[in-house]
C-alpha cells in the first residue's frame, strides 16, 4: 500500500505543477498581449475595457485551476488510484 501511496503523491504533485504553469503562463501571456497591443487601442477608455476583460479572464482561471486543484485534493486517492490502476493494467496487457 505504501508504493501505491507514493505513486498517487507523484502523480498529484506532477498534476499541481502543470496546473500552477499553466495558471503562471496564462498570466505571463495575458500580461505581454496587454502591453505589445497597449498603443493599438484607440482611447484610454478602451485601454480600461481591455483591462477590465484581461483582469476578468485571469480571475475566472485562476479560480478554476484552483478550484480544480481543490477537488483533486479531495479525491486524491480515488482518481489516481483509478489512474494506477488502468496504466497498471494496460502495461500488462501490452507485454
Known sequence: MSQLNERIQSMHRRDVRVAWAFVIGLWFAIIFVALATWNLAPTGA???ILLIGGAI????????????????????DFMYGLDIKFLDEARKARG
Request: charged share 25%.
Open 46 to 48: 478602451a485601454r480600461t
Open 57 to 76: 479572464v485571469l480571475l475566472f482561471n485562476t479560480g478554476a485551476i484552483l478550484a480544480m486543484l481543490r477537488h483533486y485534493r479531495e479525491d486524491r
